[in-house]
């Protein structure tokens, strides 16, 4: 297994080169599938924005071993960049984000509630939790969820990479963690392999995306996170069904004949 970055400094990746971006969903016609996706997307946006603020506040110095993101009022996600402290875990670094620039407060080591701490512990358990990764990259997402009527975390931990021109199409992983943060509930792989795309030299950008996939009857969050974040359409193909989402939105298409072969491989990106 490789060692996943994150479990030694909170360094989540950049996102992918700016294309135009999706306009906002109205969140009201949003499926459960598709605000997963979104949230996803939010999160990882957030714990992003907010790492190259805490960076230059020094981040780097302090004790703080990953981050949580947590929803504010307003639409808000504050990042906590936390660690372990003599009162269990503390953040070091809070930075506010989605309302403009980042807020940055560097307050003296502020123990984590127990709610937030187990957030902290759940993406911790999740990341070393022998995974089968990927990419020596993972950005993580942490959610709150129900599992078996109580409450729980869920735990996204998405494949990275730190070359610009790559694309992330598969690797990602799901687990649900005791809302203590101190037991793994269940771990689900969301692909059967690992996939980035590589374009070559000579072609041109990116127009859309396609991936396979046999894991679920249909489109799932990463699927939605995907499209969010490289801003293009993704064609999904399950079983000769073929989805497009764009952004936050899953849309059938069509039903294939069952003797037709629709993809030219397994998956594919799709250029200009």
């Given at each position: 297994?490789?060692?996943?970055?994150?479990?030694?400094?909170?360094?989540?990746?950049?996102?992918?080169?700016?294309?135009?971006?999706f306009?906002?969903p109205d969140?009201?016609t949003?499926?459960?599938?598709?605000?997963?996706?979104?949230?996803?997307?939010?999160?990882?946006?957030?714990?992003?924005?907010?790492?190259?603020?805490?960076?230059?506040?020094?981040?780097?110095?302090?004790?703080?071993?990953?981050?949580?993101?947590?929803e504010?009022?307003?639409?808000?996600?504050?990042?906590?960049f936390?660690?372990?402290?003599?009162?269990?875990?503390?953040?070091?670094?809070?930075?506010?984000?989605?309302?403009g620039?980042?807020?940055?407060?560097?307050?003296?080591?502020?123990?984590?509630?127990?709610?937030?701490?187990?957030?902290?512990?759940?993406?911790?358990?999740?990341?070393?939790?022998?995974?089968?990764?990927?990419?020596?990259?993972?950005?993580?997402?942490?959610?709150?969820?129900?599992?078996?009527g109580?409450?729980?975390?869920?735990?996204?931990?998405?494949?990275?990479?730190?070359?610009?021109?790559?694309?992330?199409?598969?690797?990602?992983h799901?687990f649900?963690?005791s809302?203590d943060?101190?037991?793994?509930?269940?771990?689900?792989?969301l692909?059967?392999?690992?996939?980035?795309?590589?374009?070559?030299?000579?072609?041109?950008p990116?127009?859309?995306?396609?991936?396979?996939?046999?894991?679920?009857?249909?489109?799932?969050?990463?699927?939605?996170?995907?499209?969010?974040?490289?801003?293009l359409?993704?064609?999904?193909l399950?079983?000769?069904?073929?989805y497009?989402?764009?952004?936050?939105?899953?849309?059938?298409?069509?039903?294939?004949?069952e003797?037709?072969?629709?993809?030219?491989?397994?998956?594919?990106?799709?250029?200009?």
């Amino acid at each position: 297994m490789l060692l996943p970055a994150f479990l030694a400094c909170a360094t989540p990746e950049a996102p992918p080169p700016a294309r135009e971006p999706f306009p906002p969903p109205d969140l009201a016609t949003l499926s459960e599938v598709e605000r997963r996706g979104y949230d996803l997307y939010r999160h990882d946006q957030a714990a992003w924005l907010a790492t190259d603020e805490a960076l230059a506040q020094g981040l780097r110095d302090t004790p703080a071993e990953g981050w949580i993101t947590l929803e504010q009022y307003g639409g808000t996600i504050l990042v906590r960049f936390a660690g372990p402290c003599d009162a269990g875990v503390c953040s070091f670094l809070d930075v506010s984000t989605g309302t403009g620039t980042p807020i940055v407060t560097r307050p003296q080591p502020v123990a984590l509630p127990p709610e937030q701490a187990g957030a902290w512990r759940a993406r911790h358990l999740a990341a070393s939790s022998g995974f089968r990764a990927c990419s020596s990259h993972y950005n993580s997402v942490v959610l709150p969820t129900e599992y078996e009527g109580a409450a729980a975390w869920e735990v996204f931990l998405l494949a990275a990479t730190v070359v610009p021109e790559e694309v992330v199409l598969a690797g990602h992983h799901r687990f649900v963690v005791s809302f203590d943060g101190r037991s793994l509930l269940q771990h689900e792989p969301l692909s059967n392999s690992c996939l980035v795309s590589r374009p070559a030299e000579d072609e041109g950008p990116l127009a859309s995306l396609m991936v396979s996939h046999v894991l679920h009857p249909e489109p799932i969050a990463t699927h939605v996170f995907t499209s969010l974040n490289y801003q293009l359409p993704l064609y999904v193909l399950i079983d000769h069904r073929i989805y497009r989402i764009d952004g936050a939105k899953i849309r059938f298409l069509e039903e294939l004949p069952e003797e037709s072969d629709p993809a030219p491989s397994s998956t594919d990106a799709d250029r200009d």
